[in-house]
């Protein structure tokens, strides 16, 4: 059973970091792109980064570009989210996401992924 679950979200005041991951199981991960995508109380669903398979390239949202960093560690089945200097407007459910079909290059678009997990709920405030 193809299965995400994420984790290590909480309160973080507006410039602070933190590290949210997504571990994965009942698939292959190296052979699998991952996308990070969050979501606001009243907003459509955001991409925020993605990673592809193998060789393990990546695509920044606008938004986010110089302060997220994504990688992953096969090994371990996870992929995380650095998040570093952080704002208010970064609150947000942060989900992570794949394809049930392997693929290499990724994408920050939520609609070409078709599994996801439940969520972790990230808060910045002073």
């Known amino acids: 059973q193809v299965q995400l679950v994420e984790s290590g979200g909480g309160l973080v005041r507006p410039g602070g970091s933190l590290r949210v991951s997504c571990v994965t199981s009942g698939f292959t991960l190296d052979r699998h792109v991952i996308g990070w995508f969050r979501q606001a109380p009243g907003k459509d669903r955001e991409g925020v980064s993605c990673?592809?398979?193998?060789?393990?390239?990546?695509s920044y949202g606008d938004s986010v570009k110089g302060r997220f960093t994504i990688s992953r560690d096969n090994a371990r089945n996870t992929v995380y989210l650095q998040m570093n200097t952080l704002k208010p407007e970064d609150t947000a459910i942060y989900y992570c996401?794949?394809?049930?079909?392997?693929?290499?290059?990724?994408?920050?678009?939520?609609?070409?992924?078709?599994?996801w997990g439940q969520g972790t709920q990230v808060t910045v405030q002073g």
């Open positions: 996401a794949t394809k049930s079909t392997p693929s290499r290059a990724c994408t920050i678009h939520p609609r070409e992924y078709d599994i």
């Open positions: 990673i592809s398979s193998y060789a393990g390239s990546s």
